[in-house]
């Protein structure tokens, strides 16, 4: 049973940082994919970083490129999703997502993943 718990969604100002955290259960951390998302009102998720199962190959959207950075630390099964340099627009629903098989060229596609946390709140003004 794979569990993925955000934690480090905050209110901040434009120019601030935040680091997000999903802790995830094993399965999920050591093997296959994994990625963040994020979520608007009305809109439907968009990858922001994710992760290969390589464990080395990670992708960005275009709009977080140079200012967010996607890490993992196996011993204590978290992901990481450093951001910098943040800006109103950043302001969203972040989602951890998991999944056990993936293609290479898929890591930001909705569509790949088929677990999910439940969100932690990013507002950046």
């Known amino acids: 049973h794979v569990q993925l718990v955000e934690s480090g969604g905050a209110s901040v100002q434009a120019g601030g940082s935040l680091r997000l955290s999903c802790l995830a259960s094993e399965s999920a951390i050591r093997g296959g994919c994994m990625a963040w998302f994020h979520q608007t009102p009305g809109k439907q998720r968009e990858g922001v970083a994710s992760?290969?199962?390589?464990?080395?190959?990670?992708a960005y959207a275009r709009s977080v490129k140079g200012r967010f950075t996607l890490s993992q630390d196996v011993a204590k099964n978290t992901l990481y999703l450093q951001m910098n340099n943040l800006k109103p627009e950043d302001t969203a629903l972040y989602y951890c997502a998991a999944a056990r098989t993936c293609s290479s060229i898929g890591t930001l596609r909705e569509s790949t993943y088929d677990h999910w946390g439940q969100g932690t709140q990013v507002t950046v003004s």
């Open positions: 992760r290969y199962i390589d464990e080395i190959t990670i």
